[in-house]
T-cell receptor, first 114, second 108 residues
Framework: KAGVTQTPRYLIKTRGQQVTLSCSPI?????VSWYQQTPGQGLQFLFE???????NKGNFPGRFSGRQFSNSRSEMNVSTLELGDSALYLC?????????????FGPGTRLTVL | KNEVEQSPQNLTAQEGEFITINCSYS?????LHWLQQHPGGGIVSLFM???GKKKHGRLIATINIQEKHSSLHITASHPRDSAVYIC??????????FGTGTRLQVFP
């Protein structure tokens, strides 16, 4: 079974631009969660999608948004990029949503904002 | 104060040593995860537990719900165990809160 894939793996953008990251979950998984990892803040939860609906959301500004398609693939969008958005963005998939479901992480997309 | 605290932040060990990483949390949880992150970013889920103890190979995870504390033990440590170990709790509102991680280096 193929693992969670994320594209692109690396991105360089400038302030003010917008970016879209993609995550393909493990086949059969319907839940996709997104996380931001920075050296200063560590890993932080962004949002979770299940069956095309946003099920949960972390404490991030509205510039961060996402969606999930009928095939469970998910995209995350960040508009009006700021220097502080430079981070590793990880997605994880699980079969079901919510507690006590093992999450499988993708390799991440490393975003650098100049 | 962070809702999930890990200790120590950094840990060095000689190959073969027994290692313990601790995680304390202050929120109500439905489950606790231990994750391993290797250089380059890849994260692997090691354990997911809500009570008691789990063992997988040389790794053992325990949780004490009353004391709001979990430990990850590595027996007979090996240089390939060198990684960042992250504790994460699933809150009762289904959000994941992460600890800051413990950077482990095992030397031959």
């Amino acid at each position: 079974k193929a693992g969670v894939t994320q594209t692109p793996r690396y991105l360089i953008k400038t302030r003010g631009q917008q970016v879209t990251l993609s995550c393909s979950p493990i086949s059969g998984h319907r839940s996709v969660s997104w996380y931001q990892q920075t050296p200063g803040q560590g890993l932080q939860f962004l949002f979770e999608y299940f069956s095309e609906t946003q099920r949960n959301k972390g404490n991030f500004p509205g510039r961060f948004s996402g969606r999930q398609f009928s095939n469970s693939r998910s995209e995350m969008n960040v508009s009006t990029l700021e220097l502080g958005d430079s981070a590793l963005y990880l997605c994880a998939s699980s079969f079901q949503a919510g507690a006590y479901n093992e999450q499988f992480f993708g390799p991440g997309t490393r975003l650098t904002v100049l | 104060k962070n809702e999930v605290e890990q200790s120590p932040q950094n840990l060095t060990a000689q190959e073969g040593e027994f290692i313990t990483i601790n995680c304390s949390y202050s929120v109500g949880i439905s489950a606790l995860h231990w994750l391993q992150q290797h250089p380059g970013g890849g994260i692997v889920s090691l354990f997911m537990l809500s009570s008691g103890k789990k063992k997988h190979g040389r790794l053992i995870a325990t949780i004490n719900i009353q004391e709001k504390h979990s430990s990850l033990h590595i027996t007979a440590s090996h240089p390939r165990d060198s990684a960042v170990y992250i504790c994460a709790v699933e809150t009762n509102t289904d959000k994941l809160i992460f600890g800051t991680g413990t950077r482990l280096q095992v030397f031959p």
